[in-house]
């Protein structure tokens, strides 16, 4: 498995990123990972609808729970063609407490905790802390990725604006 560094830091300190590269214009690779009710969530089950995934370090931290609850704020008003998918290595039932307590319905929120298999195959798992790297990757319904964000500090948001311009340009 292939590790990068120098693309992302957790409080001003680099981190590795481990897993393969992704990029724009390659194929999305699936993976599996664990659903708030314990079930496994294959990503190829979202179909052909626009697809974004969100990956966040921890939901109970500030940062990812004002992304998180961006978002799903967002995937309200964007309709069933696009599936906003949220990855953390949260275990499922925190993942559950969290969307319970802020009423993220719209927003699909998944576990990688057990087999890291998202992280790896998108290259944002963190070597050090066994965390993912705050990302946003946007894929057409062809299964083609056509956006990418890497944020490069963890403890930064996303560039909303900008995720929500590629959503539309996939449209």
Request: include cysteine.
């Amino acid at each position: 498995m292939s590790e990068r560094s120098g693309i992302v830091t957790a409080g001003g300190n680099p981190v590795t990123l481990v897993g393969n590269e992704v990029k724009v214009g390659d194929r999305a690779p699936d993976f599996t990972a664990i659903g708030n009710d314990m079930t496994p969530v294959a990503f190829s089950s979202f179909g052909s609808k626009i697809r974004v995934i969100t990956a966040v370090p921890s939901l109970d931290t500030d940062v990812c729970s004002t992304e998180v609850a961006r978002f799903n704020m967002e995937a309200g008003k964007l309709g069933d063609g696009v599936a906003i998918v949220t990855v953390s290595m949260d275990l499922p039932f925190a993942q559950a407490r969290w969307c319970g307590a802020h009423g993220a319905t719209n927003v699909t929120t998944v576990s990688d905790h057990r087999d890291a298999a998202f992280g790896s195959a998108y290259g944002v798992l963190i070597k050090e802390t066994r965390l993912l790297a705050r990302s946003v990757f946007v894929i057409d319904g062809e299964g083609v990725v056509r956006y990418i964000q890497i944020v490069p500090e963890l403890s930064h948001e996303p560039d909303y604006d900008e995720v929500l311009k590629a959503i539309e340009d996939v449209r």
